[in-house]
């Protein structure tokens, strides 16, 4: 069915100052793509709606909700700004994560809002009745339950409109968002993909469509699909804090480190400019992680003691492209991530408790204190960080929180499998580990993280390493290293495991890609380098 006529056409390409918008925030020139929306509000709040659609194809939430209004007030009439609006407040459709009663009651509020106006055309009302969908009933109906129902909504609505590339664009990023994270086929990100390669040649321009392309592409054995989105997002979008943070998502799942440093270092300063604190963040704990890949444990340093600064401009109520957890978890994470990619095991067993309302996030402080404790001998505290660990978890079980909860489950099966290596227990200690180390390779990460805290089939190679089983190490390192490419702790640990076993040919395997991974690392370098390399040569 096609977009029946006669409608305006909300299109915009936003290269110079908007009328009444802050354009003095990104240099006096705003860019944030092409966006075109057919719409039946009148010709005044046009500049308004396409601005903000630009701005929600870009996940930058709370200025998109401005824009809405104001398109809104505008024109009393506009019942799609409010569709516009109840997405926005949905929020990022990949934060795993129970939505929080205030936020769907706003979203739900803005769909009543847009029905009492009442839509002009058919189309306009099946886009807010698709979107109601993931509010109805929320206090009785589950969260994945009303993603489904959205999704499938979305299908229909591209199905009816074949000529619209904004629906088909939703309906791909639906797909994306309620994929499975236990289902390895990739079903549906593959489909979400190919829609959106469809979609891209004829609009080069289009925010959405390279963003969504990374999203669906999210996944190991799909990242090298992602590049050139990768690589052309932020040049659409420059003016988006997300659009310059994104590309991470793919550089890191292909070990790009130092280019992952660079979108982030642009995308951490767009976000303070913007008063995006959680967005910060997040930019901040990929950058972290990319540094310590690379070594350069004095700048992701820096990262950490640039925390107690940032944590002051946090604003809880803020709406921004990354959901609430975003800011607690880098908060958790960064400091977590630097003493345990070093290796530090005094400094995690000393990290500071900062207890919030994310269990999740908590559990990340209780994970590297138990690793650190246990590593140190301290199996007093290490069982007190598996008790904890353990009440997390309970917690998150009951929330329906299940994805997280699992994740959380094996942090716990870790530091147990430690605790109980240190004890003196080896079989049973590595009977946990691996089970911990299957239940990871289960599921996806999540895109709040750039990787796991301390990947568990990586912490069962140098389990094997310490049990002298050094060929066993090796094949749990390969298996990380297939899913975390060009990871420096996976590799070192390699190389420690190709050394023992005696293989020249092994120890080159590895050996080459580290020195390349860690040639521009600080100096003097990391203790481990120095040792190992010279035991390469012995």
């Not at 390895?184 to 959106?196: E, M, N, P, R, W």
């Not at 392309?213 to 997300?242: C, E, M, Q």
């Not at 390192?477 to 490419?485: G, M, Q, S, V």
């Not at 420096?488 to 005696?502: F, N």
């Amino acid at each position: 069915m096609s977009v029946v006529a006669p409608l305006a056409i909300a299109a915009v390409v936003l290269l110079a100052p908007v009328e009444g918008q802050q354009a003095h925030q990104h240099g006096g020139a705003e860019k944030l793509g092409t966006v075109r929306f057919t719409t039946s509000c009148t010709t005044a709040a046009q500049p308004a709606f396409a601005r903000a659609m630009a701005l929600l194809h870009s996940f930058e939430f709370a200025p998109a909700i401005e824009g809405f209004t104001a398109a809104g007030t505008t024109d009393p009439g506009c019942a799609i700004a409010y569709w516009g609006i109840a997405l926005s407040r949905w929020g990022n459709p990949f934060a795993a994560g129970i939505k929080s009663p205030a936020q769907l009651d706003a979203g739900r509020a803005a769909i009543a809002r847009a029905k009492t106006i009442g839509a002009k055309t058919d189309r306009e009302r099946d886009y807010i009745a698709a979107a109601e969908r993931l509010f109805a009933d929320f206090e009785k109906i589950d969260q994945r339950t009303r993603l489904l129902a959205y999704r499938d909504a979305m299908s229909d609505l591209a199905a009816r409109y074949t000529d619209d590339p904004e629906a088909s664009a939703f309906y791909a990023l639906a797909l994306a968002a309620s994929n499975d994270p236990t289902d390895q086929t990739y079903a549906s990100l593959i489909k979400a993909g190919a829609i959106l390669e469809r979609l891209a040649p004829a609009q080069p321009d289009h925010p959405g469509f390279v963003h969504y392309i990374i999203h669906a592409y999210d996944v190991p054995p799909l990242a090298p699909k992602a590049v050139n989105a990768a690589r052309g997002y932020a040049k659409i979008a420059p003016s988006a804090p997300h659009a310059l943070h994104m590309p991470s998502h793919t550089f890191t799942r292909l070990g790009y480190w130092q280019e992952s440093v660079d979108t982030n270092i642009a995308s951490a300063a767009a976000a303070r400019r913007e008063k995006s604190t959680g967005e910060e963040l997040h930019a901040m704990d990929y950058q972290t992680y990319a540094y310590l890949q690379m070594a350069q444990d004095r700048a992701a340093s820096r990262l950490v003691d640039a925390l107690p600064e940032v944590v002051t401009r946090i604003n809880p109520g803020a709406v921004s492209s990354s959901p609430p957890i975003a800011g607690v978890f880098a908060l958790a994470a960064i400091p977590a991530r630097y003493a345990l990619e070093r290796r530090a095991w005094d400094e995690a067993v000393r990290l500071e408790l900062r207890p919030s309302r994310f269990p999740h996030a908590d559990a990340i402080t209780w994970f590297t204190r138990g690793l650190g404790a246990a590593h140190t001998g301290d199996l007093q505290t290490a069982r007190a960080a598996i008790d904890a660990l353990q009440q997390l978890e309970a917690q998150l079980t009951k929330a329906g929180e299940g994805y997280w909860a699992e994740q959380v489950a094996i942090q716990r099966l870790g530091v147990t499998a430690w605790a109980a290596f240190k004890d003196g227990r080896t079989e049973e200690a590595l009977t946990t580990m691996r089970d911990a180390a299957d239940r990871e390779d289960r599921t996806e990460k999540n895109a709040v993280t750039p990787g796991p805290i301390a990947p568990a089939r990586e912490l069962l190679g140098y389990m094997l390493i310490a049990a002298k089983r050094p060929a066993d190490a090796l094949a749990a390192f390969d298996i990380t290293l297939a899913k975390e490419p060009n990871r420096y702790r996976a590799l070192a640990g390699a190389l420690e495991a190709a050394r023992l076993t005696g293989s020249r040919d092994a120890v080159s395997k590895y050996l080459a890609p580290l020195r390349t991974l860690t040639s521009k690392a600080d100096v003097p370098r990391r203790p481990e380098i120095a040792a190992l390399e010279t035991g390469a040569r012995q």
